[in-house]
């Protein structure tokens, strides 16, 4: 199981570290993390804005995460032009870094 506070003080890190890199404007945790409701088998859902929609740096980030925390993470890039009801639900989640 992964601690939400662990996880972002991991984020604050990987932003301080990375932003440069692949762009990121903000990064956060939403789901079950971000609740804290984790269990065993949850993942850590990311929600990344970046400064242009590059999918290879949203691949890179993903896999990077992945490794550093050694649990199963998903990643969405949070963007004015997607589908509304995703995004109010990832909003209503998330605590961003």
Known sequence: MVARE???????????????????????????VARDEAHGASDVDICVKTATPDPYALVHIKEDIQERLGVPVDIIRVRPKMNQQLKQRIEQDAIYV
């Open 6 to 32: 662990a996880v972002l003080a991991f984020l604050r890190d990987y932003k301080r570290d990375c932003a440069d890199r692949y762009g990121i404007v903000e990064l956060g945790v939403f789901g079950s």
